[in-house]
């Protein structure tokens, strides 16, 4: 009992640390996972025993004969699962060409270029090697967002890495579990006619019941027939059922299964998709916790003193240093991706939870099965996870600024809320050459801003999924443009110090409307206009205007008339290279107008005046 609550105790640490940190919650699982296990039998332990024994000789510890392989199966299929609920197909047409190149050419040079390299350097079988480089193929969102979430980059370089990371996760698991299988039934004799035919039996029930499923279950749940304090229950066993099922039919089909019932259902584009991923989110971290820990746990210290040797560190920088460039650069030529970018990429490839978490598996499985080399399978993969990951998280933020795409400024402008008045205002700023995202939890008005081109997604604040986007790593200015003046109180409170180092704003509330002379200085455009107001003007008037200032008074002259007339507001004053200065409701800041500035504006024109 004390070692399985010690367990989720350690494991939730874990996550603590990392988020803490703002480190990959891999790296502390499994450094606390060999500290409980090999390590304290070697060093610590008196008894010579581990901390946390997850199986002994088979037969003892906390998962003694199968259950380890049942219990990491299972865990593996939940996670795969939801890896494919992230995959949709129109992102891979969408990403871009240096994208999609990434996740089909790059994980070819991965696989053929580290397959070589540990065949040559530790004298593994053809098989071995080629599981090792497919295990090794995934990088995953899991390890890459937190090592970016706080170094700016430019849109680009941010979205290449993250996308790879996203659509390679389940494609990675993929190979990894068609090569496992394809030894599997091979036997001795990996290309007889009998072990081809077992292949396509695996492939075939896998994929059919993956796609059968997923449609079933997307039926139930749309038409009604799931109660909704069951949905996320009853999808967790369907995966489940489905794993067992297609493994018993085929066996070793059930992780094939649950990646394509993923992938299916994550295309569906159903309303419910997100509350699942949420539930699959919560129930991933423990059992990320929980499964890393264990496994780390279950490594013997002969396993690592294997690869305690000149070739690991070998096989180790061929991977780092040739093979991860050579895939990146092959991937991007001709791309608009400059050399350092490019470089960057390629410095960035942590390897992530599916593959440290299907090497355990296999490894293990192989290994029983006495084929050859098996045993090198889940140290090495431990290996690389645990180097790439260490490597990047300390080094990323530097080698960001050597090779010179780190961003000294940040100058994009998050605004929260997506209603017509900052649907209009980013539409502008965006003209204006500015990286303007939009985030509001009401689907419809992210749909009209995407149909404005402007960029946008449907995100709740409360959540951490703002904080966790890496996307947002260039934003430098915070506007709070909603209706409920509370949310923008407390978006600013959240947000500032991430997303407006430069400027953090927000709408008046009526309260503050009411007394001019004491407006905050973070309030936006005009000390006598609140969220109300400024969207019956930008209803009237839907388009931003420009007008030319002769003098500082001239400039006053408009601000007198827009605060008696109500049917303009003033945004932004632009001066004659372009840039815009926001003018805030506490607008006695604006000292510096001059003949050839502009004051934006929306509402009733003021040409005339």
Do not use: C
């Amino acid at each position: 009992m004390v070692e399985l609550a010690g367990i989720i105790i350690l494991g939730i640490l874990a996550q603590w640390v990392a988020w803490k940190f703002k480190i990959p919650a891999i790296l502390p699982l499994i450094l606390i996972g060999l500290l409980v296990g090999p390590l304290a039998a070697e060093f610590l332990s008196e008894d010579g025993g581990k901390w946390i024994e997850p199986m002994w000789n088979g037969e003892h510890g906390l998962f003694a004969g199968d259950s380890l392989f049942y219990f990491v199966s299972l865990a593996i299929s939940i996670i795969l699962f939801e890896g494919g609920l992230t995959l949709k197909l129109s992102e891979i047409k969408n990403v871009g060409p240096s994208i999609s190149k990434l996740i089909t050419l790059g994980s070819l040079v991965t696989f053929f270029g580290a397959g070589i390299a540990a065949h040559y350097i530790f004298g593994l079988t053809w098989k071995i090697s080629f599981l090792f480089s497919a295990l090794i193929i995934v990088t995953g969102p899991t390890v890459i967002t937190p090592i970016l979430r706080n170094i700016p980059l430019k849109k680009d370089v941010s979205a290449v890495l993250k996308w790879e990371g996203i659509l390679i996760d389940p494609i990675g698991a993929l190979v990894a579990v068609l090569v496992f299988e394809f030894i599997s039934v091979g036997g001795g004799e990996a290309f007889t006619k009998t072990a081809l035919i077992e292949f396509g039996k695996i492939v075939l029930f896998g994929a059919t019941f993956g796609f059968t499923f997923a449609h079933a279950l997307n039926f139930l749940i749309t038409k009604k027939f799931i109660p909704h304090y069951l949905l996320n229950v009853f999808s967790l066993a369907s995966v489940l059922g489905v794993f067992v099922l297609s493994d018993a039919f085929a066996h070793e089909s059930g992780l094939l299964a649950v990646v394509v019932m993923g992938m299916v259902l994550g295309n569906t584009n159903s309303g419910y998709l997100k509350e699942l991923l949420y539930f699959k989110e919560s129930l991933s971290v423990l059992l990320i916790s929980i499964l890393f820990i264990v496994l780390s746990a279950n490594i013997n210290m002969d396993e690592l003193y294997l690869i305690f040797n000149w070739r690991t560190a070998v096989l180790f920088a061929i991977i780092i240093f040739v093979v991860r460039p050579l895939g990146v650069f092959l991937s991007t030529h001709n791309s608009l991706l400059k050399l350092n970018e490019k470089l960057f990429i390629s410095w960035v490839g942590p390897r992530g939870i599916v593959a440290a978490g299907i090497a355990s598996l296999f490894g293990a499985k192989l290994a029983a099965k006495g084929v050859p080399g098996a045993e090198y399978i889940t140290p090495l993969v431990f290996a690389v996870v645990l180097t790439t990951v260490l490597l990047n998280a300390t080094t990323a933020r530097f080698f960001a600024r050597i090779v010179g795409v780190f961003l000294q400024k940040s100058e994009g402008i998050l605004i929260i809320g997506a209603s017509s008045f900052p649907r209009l205002l980013a539409q502008y700023l965006q003209e204006n050459g500015r990286h303007v995202v939009l985030i509001d939890s009401n689907q419809n008005n992210i749909d009209q801003s995407q149909a404005m081109g402007v960029e946008g997604f449907s995100a709740n604040i409360y959540s951490d999924v703002l904080t966790d986007n890496i996307e947002l790593s260039d934003m430098g200015y915070l506007m709070a443009l909603t209706g409920n003046a509370d949310i923008n109180k407390y978006a600013l409170q959240k947000f500032e110090k991430q997303f407006g180092e430069n400027g953090a704003y927000r709408l008046i509330s009526s309260e503050e409307m009411k007394d001019p002379n004491n407006n905050p200085e973070q309030g936006l455009f005009s000390h006598i206009d609140d969220f109300a107001s400024v969207s019956k003007v930008a209803q009237l008037y839907p388009v931003i205007l420009e007008l030319t200032l002769q003098s500082k008074e001239h400039y006053d002259n408009l601000i007198d008339v827009t605060d008696k007339s109500k049917e303009s507001i003033p945004l932004f004053l632009k001066d004659p290279k372009g840039t815009l200065s926001i003018i805030s409701s506490y607008n006695k800041n604006i000292t510096d107008v001059a003949e050839g500035y502009s004051l934006v504006y929306i509402g009733k024109s003021l040409e005339t005046l």
